[in-house]
């Protein structure tokens, strides 16, 4: 019991001031994905309340879930997330509205022509965001749309059938926006893609998008920056600042949307080096004193918050896990220190940019 006890009081220690409430002096959103499914688990609803003033759904905004058949809408998922964020203060960030993933089977089997995809896409998102109008203040418009030699990717919306603009770059893009702008007024709209925290090919692409959107008026308010990462070599993202300021530059907003940062396991699901854990640390802290630094970087986000719920075990097969802030318990981890006290740090001269 004393040994309980002990424990429990550290971890209150290092949990004196919340996230939340470090992020709200900067004017920072700090957030997380969920799943409404786990609401009604006690530890997942209040560490998720306490710590967090933004939330965004993994699952149960995107297309397969809102829309299983053609001619029915499943709201119910998505209008938990919304009501849990309203109960707690959080705002809402909608995932998302176009992705050649996670799409049902009756769209991606249903041998639509171009013409007759493109109104199904219209359809969804004036449907979807007028919904939620008022109460997502901003959406991943489109998700992941560019290869990693910055060409775009092949897909459903773009050239498999398309919307009718196959073969025209980004138009298809462009006009995914147009449509959100029309269904919403006020909610911010993102691109969002994995891969491009630092300079490179397809964040070059990206920024190259935002340019000419941002020239012609297409409306585009903002930049995600997924953040997955495998690599603990911090080679690959060392120019992150770099990229948040010239995209932040064109006049867009900037968010951190799906940041974890998976360790290598054993068979067992055992950590294969202890040192890992202050490697992880370090990662997040760069993150989140590049954001915290930068005035256009608006919010931080983790996918998920707890690693009795993370995406990568699953995906790398048992092969790296531990990739988030609170380990199984819900016990805060160095990752969890080290963006406290990033957020703790003073932004000498930011002016933040105006978020709703």
Request: charged fraction near 20%.
């Amino acid at each position: 019991m004393g040994l309980i006890l002990l424990q429990t009081m550290d971890v209150g220690t290092s949990l004196a001031q919340s996230l939340r409430e470090q992020a709200d002096g900067h004017g920072i959103l700090v957030g997380t994905a969920v799943n409404p499914a786990l609401f009604a688990e006690a530890s997942y609803a209040s560490t998720l309340a306490r710590e967090f003033n933004m939330v965004e759904p993994e699952n149960a905004m995107k297309w397969a879930a809102i829309r299983p058949a053609q001619d029915q809408l499943n709201f119910g998922p998505g209008d938990k997330v919304v009501a849990f964020a309203q109960a707690h203060k959080m705002k809402v960030r909608g995932h998302c509205l176009l992705w050649s993933e996670h799409n049902p089977a009756w769209l991606t089997k249903g041998s639509f022509t171009a013409e007759q995809l493109s109104k199904l896409l219209q359809e969804h998102i004036t449907a979807v965001m007028r919904h939620y109008s008022g109460n997502v203040f901003a959406w991943d418009v489109v998700n992941e749309a560019f290869l990693a030699n910055g060409k775009i990717e092949p897909s459903i919306w773009y050239d498999g059938p398309g919307i009718g603009l196959a073969g025209k770059g980004t138009a298809y893009i462009e006009q995914a926006f147009r449509w959100a702008r029309t269904a919403d007024s006020k909610a911010l709209l993102f691109y969002n893609d994995y891969d491009t925290e630092g300079l490179n090919a397809k964040s070059d692409a990206v920024y190259a998008m935002v340019k000419d959107f941002k020239k012609r008026g297409v409306p585009i308010d903002g930049v995600g920056i997924q953040a997955h990462i495998f690599n603990s070599d911090m080679k690959e993202i060392s120019s992150l600042s770099a990229n948040l300021a010239r995209l932040t530059a064109l006049g867009v907003q900037v968010h951190i949307t799906e940041m974890d940062v998976a360790l290598p396991l054993d068979t067992n699901g055992v950590l294969l080096d202890q040192k890992g854990l202050a490697r992880q640390a370090d990662i997040y802290r760069f993150f989140a004193r590049a954001c915290v630094q930068q005035p256009g970087c608006t919010a931080f986000q983790t996918w998920g918050f707890t690693d009795k719920y993370s995406w990568i075990p699953g995906y790398t097969k048992g092969a790296k896990g531990k990739a988030l802030l609170f380990d199984q318990f819900y016990a805060p981890k160095p990752a969890y220190n080290a963006l406290l006290e990033a957020l703790q740090e003073p932004a000498q001269n930011i002016r933040r940019v105006t978020r709703p």
